[in-house]
């Protein structure tokens, strides 16, 4: 069973858990997500499409990311997202923490913070070992081909997280 921390609205871990997805958070109760937007040298961003079976934006373009385990802090979580998701190691490369935006959702028990992070670094395509259960395909994009998907309305999270994909 999968456990995740709960944190308070100051980001401070309160010392409870809960199961994933159990919606069970109270106002000014959190848990932690985190995204991993990974840059090469040549100004190109890995993304990634969402498989056709998720509940939630199924065929949607996105940046690796999931929640933090229980225990895990903010990088370690982000290291291990994208590692799963994409199969590369980005733990020595440049770049790290950029910002934190968070969302409340009264009445849902789904409060959260996303920590973002950018990590750049050189990569080939045949570096990667994309995960097939959460994965349908990626491309190398430039900014501008990803906000025009983000126009289109099928680019998980741009509004919060465009200022990671300035050069």
């Known amino acids: 069973m999968e456990l995740w921390d709960i944190y308070d609205k100051d980001k401070q871990r309160t010392g409870r858990t809960m199961k994933r997805n159990d919606w069970c958070l109270k ?3 959190y848990h932690l997500t985190v995204l991993g937007v990974v840059m090469r040298r040549d100004g190109k961003f890995l993304i990634t499409k969402r498989v056709m079976t998720k509940a939630w934006a199924p065929g949607w373009w996105e940046v690796s990311g999931g929640a ?6 903010s990088r370690d ?5 994208v590692r799963e998701e994409t199969g590369l190691d980005v733990s020595g490369w440049d ?5 934190t935006y968070h969302r409340e959702n009264p009445g849902e028990g789904d ?7 950018r ?4 990569f ?6 994309l995960q097939e259960e959460e994965t349908a395909g990626h491309m190398l994009a430039s900014p ?5 998907f983000a126009d289109e309305g099928i680019f998980l999270h741009y509004d919060s997280i465009k200022k990671a994909f300035e050069i």
Request: proline residues 0%; negative net charge.
């Open 111 to 117: 409060n959260y913070f996303v920590d973002v992070y």
């Open 95 to 99: 770049g790290g923490y950029l910002f």
């Open 119 to 122: 990590f750049v670094g050189d």
């Open 68 to 73: 933090a385990m229980a225990g895990e802090d």
């Open 124 to 129: 080939e395509e045949g570096d990667m070992h």
């Open 27 to 29: 106002d000014d109760e």
């Open 77 to 81: 979580a982000v290291l291990r997202e």
């Open 144 to 148: 501008d081909e990803i906000k025009a």
